[in-house]
């Protein structure tokens, strides 16, 4: 299963490579239209595999749809719009967090909802 999950991220990172090169675009490009460090992408063609806030900006460096490199690597698509995923994107990691916990909230609130109800 490991093995499996390595060889869907390889196509992944191998076709970001393909695109970044078919667009021209250096690594050093890359990671300024990306507002990342050049290492963050240089990581990634090796094989590391980004979080899911550096795989958004990656993907906006080559003019990727966001969740694009998930969906190469045979991840699950996204269920939120790519409009609402993409300003999450850009939250700091504490409005991340209270963000998550509201929804968190929401969620256990729709649970106690059903229960009741059923």
Avoid: C
Wanted: proline share 5%.
């Amino acid at each position: 299963m490991a093995d499996e999950m390595r060889r869907r991220r390889d196509a992944a990172r191998h076709a970001f490579t393909a695109r970044r090169g078919d667009l021209g675009l250096t690594q050093e490009q890359v990671a300024h239209r990306g507002e990342i460090v050049v290492r963050t992408v240089q990581n990634f063609e090796k094989g590391k595999w980004p979080n899911a806030r550096t795989r958004a900006r990656l993907e906006r460096a080559v003019a990727w749809p966001l969740g694009e490199i998930a969906r190469l690597a045979g991840g699950p698509a996204p269920s939120l719009p790519a409009e609402l995923l993409e300003q999450a994107s850009q939250l700091s990691p504490a409005a991340r967090q209270r963000l998550k916990e509201y929804l968190e909230s929401l969620d256990e609130d729709d649970h106690h909802q059903s229960a009741a109800a059923g």
